[in-house]
């Protein structure tokens, strides 16, 4: 029996999707190994320009109000989509999501029991915020609906940083560009100079061309979280890669 063209079509489309899933299993896989090869260092033991992990609590002396829970916060990453509808004739139209806008805001020190290192968070890729809330505005079947996200960071919450450490003049000139001055809440940014006027050093993590990321769970949780969607995300992957590339195998061969 052969494969007819909805089944090809089907088996290609697997293919695609297993290899896509395969691909995102790895990029977890390589986070978890980057996690596992950069040192856990205390937060008084680092040095600025050397690769380190640190893990702590959260705070902030100035928190940030997040969009859709208005509630304060060390950090929140914002998405707002709206629904677009395009007429191709008068019966014939489509429907889609488009993003509008994306935002980073906030920025957190964290602390442990050896002293603290400052976090500013916008651009760096983060894995495992727990606090997730949404909301919208229309059904979203009219054109112009929105949707909403925010995923969010609250003081006093566990959180892991990857990067590289800099200086407290290195951060503040950093805030000073384009790259982040409007990231952090006036007041932080405030905060962070009147420091910087006493005196006062400490590391500092923001974007810069070294990995950097950060979760918002202790080290173990994270460390087992990245693990667990990688080997979720390669076994499904390869799992449907396998079964739709032998699917076409075998209806080259005849055998479908």
Known sequence: MALG??????????????????????????????????????????????????????????????????????FYRSEVQVLRERRMSRRDYSRSWEVQSQLDVGGFFVADETGKAFVAP????????????????????????????????????RVTVLGTPHTLAELIEHMRSRQGGSTLHPELLEHLLRLQTAGEEFPCFFCDQAPFLFSGEGYEAFKADLES?????????????GLSAFVLVASWLGFV
């Not at 205390?42 to 902030?60: D, F, K, Y």
């Not at 894995?127 to 009219?142: D, F, K």
């Not at 909403?148 to 960071?153: A, G, N, P």
């Open 229 to 241: 969607s990688a080997n979720a995300y390669l076994s499904v992957g390869l799992l449907i890669f």
């Open 122 to 157: 916008a651009g760096a890729k983060a894995e495992c915020l727990p606090r997730t809330e949404e909301s919208r505005e229309g059904a979203g079947l009219v054109d112009g609906d929105t949707w909403t996200q925010e995923k969010r960071i609250d003081i006093g919450d």
């Open 5 to 74: 063209p909805n089944g090809f079509h089907l088996s290609l489309l697997g293919v695609a999707a297993g290899g896509g899933l395969s691909v995102y299993g790895w990029l977890f896989e390589r986070e978890e190994a980057s996690l596992e090869k950069t040192p856990l260092t205390p937060a008084g033991s680092l040095e600025a320009g050397r690769p380190a992990v640190v893990t702590g609590a959260a705070s902030c002396p100035a928190p940030s109000t997040a969009p859709v829970s208005a509630k304060p916060c060390a």
